[in-house]
Structures are given as C-alpha cells and as structure tokens.
C-alpha cells in the first residue's frame, strides 16, 4: 500500500470505527513513508483513544504539536479537535492527555486555551474557566481568547461578566 491508500484506508476504517487493529496498520505504515505527515498521527491518536492507550495518544498528540506546519498554537488547535470528538465514556482521559500537554508548555497561551475549550466541551465549567484566564494572562490581546472566557460566563449564567468582557472587547475596536 502507498502513502495516499494508506493514508485513505487508514482514515476510513479509523472514522468508521470497524477494524480498529487494521486501521491502526495502514496508519502505521502511513507514518513510516510519510513521517511529518499530521493525518497518520491523528487517525493514530483517534484509535488509541478509543481503545484507552493514553501513552500512544499522548505520543501521537506531542508530535502533531511539535511538528504542526502553523506553529505549535495551531497543533495544540488540531489535538484540541482530536481529542474533543471523544464518546463521553473518553472525556476523563481526553482531558487527562490534554493536561499533560500543557504542563510541558506552560507559557503556550494556546495550549491554555486548547484545554479551555475542550474542558467547556465536557462540562468542567471550572477548569474551562481558569484555563481561559490562563491563556488571557499570557496572551491579552488575541481575540480567541476572550471569546472562550465569554462562552463560559455564558455556561455559567454570568451575564454581567460576559457582557462586561464584551464590552472590553468593543472598546479595543
């Protein structure tokens, strides 16, 4: 199989979810002949995040971060993705791969904001929210931001603080 099957074969049975043990082969092999490719990691890392393997998730997701043709901010973007299309069943360990991440980038205001938003997607309004603040702290002016903090006031039913930072953001226009 070459890349491009592989790459087809491996992305179709993983999003599929028939022959995982297949799907992680063509994925695999995927890898070995085109080795930067991000697609082979993130079918990897789907898989193995099914099948509760967090060491390959992890792996898989480190190197789509650090390897991420956009920078590391888009990487931590993509494993956001990844990880947030999880049963719910998966969220614990999704949130757990994520923390990691971040605690080997601790000044990347987008892996903050990449736990953020996949902590607001699972319902840990808490954790959503100081990873928001996190990202603000590092990052003031990136708009993205801001806006993550504003969806969880809104989560929270804290209308005045999502307003007030609203308005915060009008004033900068």
């Not at 603040?133 to 801001?146: C, F, K, Q």
């Not at 006031?153 to 004033?171: E, F, G, S």
Request: charged letters at 25%; glycine letters at 12%.
């Amino acid at each position: 199989m070459d890349g491009g099957d592989g790459a087809e074969r491996g992305r179709a049975l993983a999003a599929g979810g028939r022959d995982e043990a297949l799907a992680l082969r063509a994925a695999h092999r995927w890898l070995e002949i085109e080795p930067t490719g991000g697609d082979a990691g993130e079918v990897i890392a789907r898989v193995a995040l099914r099948q509760g393997d967090l060491s390959e998730v992890d792996t898989q997701c480190r190197a789509l971060v650090q390897g991420h043709a956009g920078g590391q901010e888009d990487g931590f973007r993509q494993v956001a993705l990844i990880l947030g299309q999880t049963d719910n069943a998966q969220q614990d360990a999704a949130i757990a791969v994520m923390k990691g991440l971040v605690a080997d980038w601790p000044e990347l205001a987008g892996a903050h904001h990449a736990l953020g938003a996949l902590a607001l997607r699972d319902g840990d309004l808490p954790l959503a929210e100081k990873a928001a603040d996190r990202a603000i702290a590092l990052a003031p002016e990136e708009r993205d931001y801001a806006l993550l903090l504003i969806g969880i006031y809104v989560r929270q039913d804290r209308m005045a603080n999502a307003d007030a930072l609203i308005a915060k953001l009008l004033r900068k226009d």
